[in-house]
């Protein structure tokens, strides 16, 4: 089992910054590619940021210029800095990770989510 704790939500005005945080705990052996996704109601889940155990990142378009999405390996940590916010970044942040976990000696794969946190732009 992998857990990822999501924190760093709440209320911004537009133009404001805030700081999302997710850390994974559990049967890690390797954490290959984290990232976060948003969700708004009467829409899918879909892509933020995302970013590789190397470092390699992508963004959606709408973000780009705008967030940075970064990990700390050592902690099986990752981050999503959001500048300059607007009213559409609203909704339900989740994490994501992918990888490898390691249970009773057998390597299993991971693909497991947080339990949200919602992001709020309003004036």
């Known amino acids: 089992q992998v857990q990822l704790v999501e924190s760093g939500g709440g209320l911004v005005q537009p133009g404001g910054s805030l700081r999302l945080s997710c850390a994974a705990s559990?049967?890690?052996?390797?954490?290959?590619?984290m990232g976060w996704y948003r969700q708004v109601p009467g829409k899918e889940r879909e892509l933020v940021a995302g970013i590789s155990r190397g470092g390699t990142t992508n963004f959606a378009d709408s973000v780009k210029g705008r967030f940075t999405i970064s990990r700390d390996n050592a902690k099986n940590t990752v981050y999503l800095q959001m500048n300059s916010l607007k009213p559409e970044d609203t909704g339900v942040y989740y994490c994501?990770?992918?990888?490898?976990?390691?249970?009773?000696?057998?390597?299993?794969?991971?693909?497991?989510w947080g339990q949200g946190t919602q992001v709020t732009v309003s004036s």
């Open positions: 994501n990770a992918k990888g490898v976990g390691l249970y009773s000696g057998r390597y299993v794969p991971i693909d497991s």
């Open positions: 559990g049967s890690i052996f390797s954490l290959n590619v």
